[in-house]
């Protein structure tokens, strides 16, 4: 799910960027690192405009200056039990894999309805109830959120199409 | 799941009531059944005294997992003496067989919590990883299994095996150098032709972050569609490779654009988890019976019995395999390149191996006389020469991996900056012309060909997948042949259970028990190429190195080759460096039935799988070298090859049958020659010894054309008749010498009776001897065979001489034809 964050961040910046556009830099600077970046609970989607920077410290023995920059951003996090979109990224005997954004999900076996089955002499291997359904790399795909972990900047998720709707 | 008593109770312990039935539901951490124990403790009492007093203390065991209690093994008033125990059995909904990232795959729950109660990790429970393309998935051993059973059955099906493809230098070689780009874009280069086809491709997510944008150049190795057309239809392929996922991605792409061979079916560094080796297992946990390995590494695999090693792709000459930095060090084996070469190529290590192999054969080109046109074309092979050794350097600690791919990134850079390449095209093109001029001096016989034409670096000329293919082919129908073998008796063994005949067996076996075992079936066809066959290895493995677990010594083993240090009576041939005359193979060139051969014809028995032919192998032996120690009447090593190995030797009596043979052989030609002419030829040998022996590598660059293996067997037969003089007869080295100088004074009509009666006297294998030698150039069966051919001695001798009449004939021609010279 999406949300409207607020967020702080300590940004050091270089002397050589010290100048009039100094803000402009701490702006580049804050959007290339955090953007896309994952805290293990969310991932910052997209920086909104309206930041504000505190007084910049010069850090002692470098020269670098610190500048603490609150900023709002959209977060996106998954819950368990969501229903997301995603991806085949890899399909495999014990499952398939699923991108959904900055999330990894695994759909297992058991987690796929038991008229779809594997079929490995299909090139490339796909899970296929032999009709209409087929689940190959690079199709899309809706699952629901089972079980989430995150570790330091990623995120994990078990997903399952086994429900109405889904797949 | 069962539950078993733990460690940590104070054992025995009396159970006293059971809290649950069978098919109760229990929570975790619910109790299953109350105990006691009894303990002494120490108590006070009001007037101070203490004393141990024994007590009882009743307490409750929990359960540890959820589910629906299956069955009791305890009852009330059980006293368990210790842990381990079986105490109950508990159905899970769940046993978290499959698990992606810590989580259970099939019912979410997160595996990696732990808490008081936990006995046992439920990561645990699933720790082989088996996908190809990433690391977090976990399975358990039994579902592993049975999708290992799953994967066979399906290949069975459809008759294929299982083929792990290795990418640099077994099918493709990549370089960085822009200089190929340039050559592409260059109709006039001479390297266009071969260039032409190479393909080029940036990756994205390159680490080496200061070689931004670097272009990789591909070359596919010839024949490689068709291969891969050919054995997809036996194998289902695997790529298993050192290179990044990223690199590994792009080149599977070139290779294989329609996904059709390889599919997903990639496992790269990044997946394989240590960057030493390579393990069967990381894909096939359970069982390797339908695997098969192409690399150009054996090392890497630890010579695994499934492995087929191919020989090392070099187009680009000295680039080396741009992703080998990662892997154990390489060294580097000497090359037969020509002698002023020789220095330079010699234990070097690693990637400056390659490098300066690379930069050897250039010189050997320009070193080479200009009638050799053809000369550039066996460079494809030469730069094959650079062996590996498994030098297992601890794990993958961060410093070492940090170390490596600096090193890739320097190989990078060293390739970009100093383009080696470029640098021996131009040298090339410089020996070239020195070549011309000198010709044009000497004004040599044979007239050059078109030699104006620039020659080109690079060649195109690689055929070693063509072989593959077709060993692949062989394993592949031997082992289906087998299958359908097993399966008939197998299905036979049925009809005869149904018939009501009663069976041992209980159970038929699944189908997949009599699955034959490609570890078993491939060695077998190995083992016959070269079997029989002893080798010695000479000049070609750097010295501080031991040569039995040489990369090409394993290698030669692998297919049945015994290996040696010394020659010996066993010895059949000695793999030699043609530029290096060393004492082993000056006394190898003693015994015409030790064949001398370069290192080339090793690599193409491996490669075909078939015994080569050994002739255009041969080294050519110089007579001088021959001279130099004929004449020395106290040259020590030849002693050890007559005694030492003789008296060791298991079979005594084959190896002295086996020089006898040799004796007989020698004898013809030496009584054609006079007395006189023996003198002067003795006096000449001396006086070569005198002054060429200190400086051989002189004498071997002369390279004079008057070769004459004539030569080399008078010398040892003078040496011999020398050796009998200086020593008594009586043992059995002293009969031995005695043969030898009846053979060498073959008009004393008693010691040629007496060996007449000897030969008599032992039934041997001469006549197997005989025509292995009379076909010197031929495949020979086991030469040294010690008592198989059990013939008798009359036939031998006839064989014998029918042999002596031809090899008589051929080493007259050869005197004439240096006569005339």
Known sequence: MFFLYELEKTIQLHPSFFGPLIRSHIHRELLAKEEGSNTGKYTIVCILDSFEVSEGQVVAGTGHAEYTVHYKAVVWRPFRGEIIDGVVSSVIRSGFFVECGSLQAFVGRSMIPSEIKYDANATPPQWTDNAEQIIEKGTQIRIKIKGLRSEVDKMFAI???????LG | MLVESPTGLHYPITVVELAKKPHDDIQRGAPLFSYYYETTVTEGDKYGDEKEVKKKFRASFESSKAGTLAEWFIRNGTVIQRAGAKLVEIDEPCTHETQFAGMCADCGKDMTQEDYMTDRRDVDRATVNMTHDNTSLLVSKKEALLAEEDAKRRLLGVKKLS???????????TTCERTIAEWQNDPNNPNYEAVKEVRSF????DRLANVAANWYYCKLRPGLKEFLDKVSTMYELHIYTMATRAYAQAIAKIIDPDRVYFGDRILSRDENGTDQ???LHRLFPVNTDMVLVIDDRGDIWQWSDNLVKVRAYNFFLGAGDINASFLPKQVGVITDAAPTAVVESTQTVGNEAEESTGEAQVVSIAAKPPESIVAPVSNGVLTDLEKQLLTMSGGDNPDLLERQSKEQEQVIISQQTERPLLQKQLALEQAEQTAEAEEAVDNAEAPSPEQHKHKSLLHDDDDELIYIEACLRRV?????????????AHQGGRIAELRGEKSPKKRAPDDLEIVP??????????????????IVFSGIVPLGIDVQHSDIALWAKSFGAQVSTDLNKQTTHVVANPSRKTTKVKKASRHPQIKIVTTDWLLQCFSKWERADEQPYLIPMDPDEHGAHGGSPDLVPFDDLEEGPLLSAEDEDGAITGEEDEDELQSPVNVDISDETWQSLGDEFQDFMNESDEDEDEGTGSETDSVNSENSVETSS????????KRGTGSVDGSEADDSDASVSSSTGSKLQRKKKRVLERVTSLTNVVSADKSSGLPSPDT???DEGQENGLGGEEDDEDGDAELEAELLAELERDDDE
């Open chain 2, 718 to 725: 003078t040496k011999r008749s020398k050796k009998k003089r």
């Open chain 2, 476 to 488: 592949h129908r031997a082992f289906f042949d087998e299958y359908r073998k097993k399966r008939t």
């Open chain 2, 202 to 205: 940036q990756l994205a997510d």
């Open chain 2, 784 to 786: 040294t065979g010690p």
């Open chain 2, 277 to 279: 080796v390579k393990t």
């Open chain 2, 163 to 173: 083929l792990i493809v290795d990418l640099d230098q077994t099918v493709i070689h």
């Open chain 1, 159 to 165: 997903g399952t199409m086994k429900e109405d709707y």
């Open chain 2, 517 to 534: 075992d490609v570890k078993t079936i491939m060695p077998r066809m190995k083992q016959a190429v070269l079997q029989g066959v002893s």
